[in-house]
Structures are given as C-alpha cells and as structure tokens.
C-alpha cells in the first residue's frame, strides 16, 4: 500500500517561500514520478510541477521561475520549493505519485492527503 507524509504547508504573506515535503513508501517500482498538484476552492486540480526517477522535471507555466521540484530518491521524497508566493498560490497541495517512463503532469494513481498554503496580500 502508498502511502505518502506531507509536511511544509502553512501561512505565509505575499513574498515569502515556503518548502513542502512528501515521503512515499510502499511503491515497489524504482522508477517512478512524484509530483504536486494544487486545488483552490471552487476550482478543479492542477498539476504544478513534476520530477521522474532521473531528475527531469516538468513544472506549470503559472508557477514557472518561482516553483522548483527535486527528489532524494534515497529517501523517496520529494521537495516543492515556492518563492515569491502570490495570494493566487492559496490552496490545497496534494502530493502524488505513480511509476512512470518519462516525467509527466496527469495520470496518477496515489494521493497523499494534501497540506494547506495559504497566502496573504
């Protein structure tokens, strides 16, 4: 079973950086991608940012320059970096994971439970 430990969310004002973490246990492929997701009330999911077993990643125009991704593969766990923070960034964060060929934004079949950001003008 997947299971995923989200950690990072928080309060922050307009400007300021916050680092979210995901660890994911229990997947048996060595090759597979993490990524984040994002749900603001009232609107769907969104894929943010992405990163494969090799490094490569992928990341959402909206956030691109101010988001970045990485991976410890060592320690199965991927890191969201987020600078500049906008008050449009407030959501909830979701984590996921899936084995994967080549890093990509959809498709994934393990969610963690997500951790709040929320940011103020």
């Known amino acids: 079973q997947v299971q995923f430990v989200e950690s990072g969310g928080g309060s922050v004002q307009a400007g300021g950086s916050l680092r979210l973490s995901c660890v994911v246990s229990?997947?048996?492929?060595?090759?597979?991608?993490m990524a984040w997701f994002r749900q603001a009330p009232g609107k769907e999911r969104v894929g943010i940012a992405a990163?494969?077993?090799?490094?490569?990643?992928m990341v959402a125009d909206s956030v691109k320059g101010r988001f970045t991704i990485s991976k410890d593969n060592a320690k199965s766990t991927s890191y969201l970096q987020m600078n500049n923070l906008k008050p449009e960034d407030t959501a909830m964060y979701f984590c996921?994971?899936?084995?994967?060929?080549?890093?990509?934004?959809?498709?994934?079949?393990?969610w963690g439970q997500g951790t709040q950001v929320t940011v103020s003008s």
């Open positions: 996921a994971a899936d084995i994967c060929s080549t890093v990509r934004l959809y498709e994934y079949d393990y």
């Open positions: 990163i494969d077993s090799d490094g490569k990643t």
């Open positions: 229990g997947h048996t492929s060595s090759r597979y991608c």
